[in-house]
């Protein structure tokens, strides 16, 4: 059974994914919700994402506040999100129990190259920030090239060729909202990064647990240890009562 993010040990996720990279986080937050020995970095990004979409409705529940900026006139919009609407975004796999990465084909250019698609360990192995991560992301799915390149490098086009086909091989790779602006009816899709979108609400539910630790220690000398066994709804009167 996929586990869940608990007040006994959001504060060590929290702790153990700072000073990490987005793409860590994301790892480390789909492996609450995996079955014990599961290497989440091995999965296809739609399984990771699986995961994490579970991780998230338990902890939190079914809807995802996001917000964005319509490209065309500039106006926010607050935007909840189900994450029933997310599922189909996340079906490469049952959360939790993940598939090997899917393989295909692709002949062009007098080659065959055979790619898969990406898993959570390519996106942490690239440095998002370097000015070729895209290449090394894609090259990175690149498994065989029959006859091998010259200098066993491929051109850009090939890589494009192979970028533009990986969402049939993992559809649930990328999550993508279609989001309607109410002031100029602009349309436009926008990228959801569901792991991100944890990672800032666990941060948020952390640092509210330590500042609850830090004000019931001051007032009554108790230990983080204390805090954290009392109930919320018990926790919530001792602090109402100690600001009182």
Known sequence: ????????????????????????????LASVAAPPGQDVADLPLSAVNALLLELRRGAFGDALPCAADCPQCGDSLDVTVGAEELRPCAVGSDAGAGPSPATATLTTDGMTVTYRALTGRDVRAVDATTPRARRSLL???????????????????????????LPELDPGADTVLVLNCPQCAHRWEAALDIGDHLWTEVSGYARKLLHEVHSLARAYGWSEADVLSISPARRQFYLEASAG
Not at 2 to 28: C, F, I, K, M, Y
Not at 139 to 161: I, K, M, W, Y
Request: glycine letters at 8%.
């Open 1 to 28: 059974m996929p586990r869940r993010l608990t007040e006994a040990n959001v504060l060590e996720v929290w702790e153990g994914g700072l000073g990490g990279t987005p793409a860590a986080r994301s790892l480390l």
């Open 139 to 165: 090259r990175r799915c690149v498994v065989h090239v029959s006859p091998p390149p010259v200098d066993d490098d491929l051109s850009e086009e090939v890589l494009e060729q192979v970028a533009r086909l």
